[in-house]
Structures are given as structure tokens and as C-alpha cells.
């Protein structure tokens, strides 16, 4: 089975403070994935990478930024917290090779900026 | 138009009846269909993807695709409490097919 895990799944951070959440998959997928889930807004990818080093823009990449030195972690850094980017936070991760792309999701950081 | 729609619900079905989920996506060159299940506080999971036109079938999931009409849908028979949850349905863009467009989700509630 696939797994994808997620640093925390609570995450309570002051305005202002660098937040970094990890995601780790164990199934050597070359995609990943950040989304953020807010009610009534669905699912938004936020960034994505397809290759170690790379990156590429989502649908709402301001005020955040990626990291993926490894295949298997890719970094969601929040530069500097504000509280709308209080929201859950999920992880992805998908394989290049079966050609169809489905996607495993993590269990979610819900962060709270106060 | 958004890419992906869906009724977002509340679709309120007895236990034991099938439930009918429906999506319509605008991409035409759309490849590959997948439907997911969130329980609250939870997240996505995959139940079903299909690419062919036609029915697919996975126990007592059955997802169909209609690639004419830019329609796919979900039916879950024999429908259970369980079965209670949103259902997302997401689609492959055409421009870097690995990306995923999600519709709203559509909130199921199976009435016991």
C-alpha cells in the first residue's frame, strides 16, 4: 500500500513565524503534491514538483514556497504565517509510469494561525 | 464554467437504495477520471479511476464515463451508513497531465 505521512496533523503558529511542514511517501513516486482544503472552496494545489529540485507553480502559490531534495520529502514552507493561510493542508504524491496519475493523499496538517 | 462540477449536495439516500454521484468536467482532451471519498476530518481516499469510456466496476462501486458528453459518474449500490461522506471527483488537465483538477465534492448522507 502506499503511504504518505505527514509531519503533524495540529499545527498552532503565531502570525509572522516560518512554518514548515513535511510530507514523506514510501512508494518512490516521482510526483508530489501540496493542496489546501478550505469549506466551500475545495481542494487548491498550492505547488508541485515532479523531479527532485523541481517545482511548479498551483493555482495559489503566494506566500508559500517548496523544497524537495529527496524523491521521497517534499517541504511546504509558510515564509511568514499569516491567518488566512489557516486551512488544512495535504499531501500527495502520484506515479509517472502507470500513464493514469492517481493520486495517494497524506492524513493533513490543520494549521491555525493566530 | 468550472472545470469540474458537481452538485455539492446534501444527496440524502436510504440504506440499502443506490446512490448516484455525478460530475461534468469542460476539458475535452481529459484523460483520466478518478472519484475520491473524504470522511470528515479526514482525507481523499481513492476508490475508483476509469480512462475508457464505458462502465467499471469494484465491488459495489461502479464508476461510468462518458467521454461524449464530458460526464462521469459514480453509483454505489446496496448503500450503507459508511458509504456517508463527500465524494470528490477529479480529472487529469490536458496541459501536465500528472495535475489534477478536484470538482466541489458532492456530501452523500445514506439514511439508516
Known sequence: DVKVTQSSRYLVKRTGEKVFLECVQDMDHENMFWYRQDPGLGLRLIYFSYDVKMKEKGDIPEGYSVSREKKERFSLILESASTNQTSMYLCASSSSTTGVYEQYFGPGTRLTVT | ?112
Open chain 2, 1 to 112: 464554467q468550472k472545470e469540474v462540477e458537481q452538485n455539492s449536495g446534501p444527496l440524502s439516500v436510504p440504506e440499502g437504495a443506490i446512490a448516484s454521484l455525478n460530475c461534468t468536467y469542460s476539458d475535452r482532451g481529459s484523460q483520466s477520471f478518478f472519484w475520491y471519498r473524504q470522511y470528515s476530518g479526514k482525507s481523499p481516499e481513492l476508490i475508483m479511476f476509469i480512462y475508457s469510456n464505458g462502465d467499471k466496476e469494484d465491488g459495489r462501486f461502479t464508476a461510468q464515463l462518458n467521454k461524449a458528453s464530458q460526464y462521469v459518474s459514480l453509483l454505489i449500490r446496496d448503500s450503507q451508513p459508511s458509504d456517508s461522506a463527500t465524494y470528490l471527483c477529479a480529472v487529469t488537465r490536458i496541459q501536465g497531465a500528472q495535475k489534477l483538477v478536484f470538482g466541489q465534492g458532492t456530501r452523500l448522507t445514506i439514511n439508516p
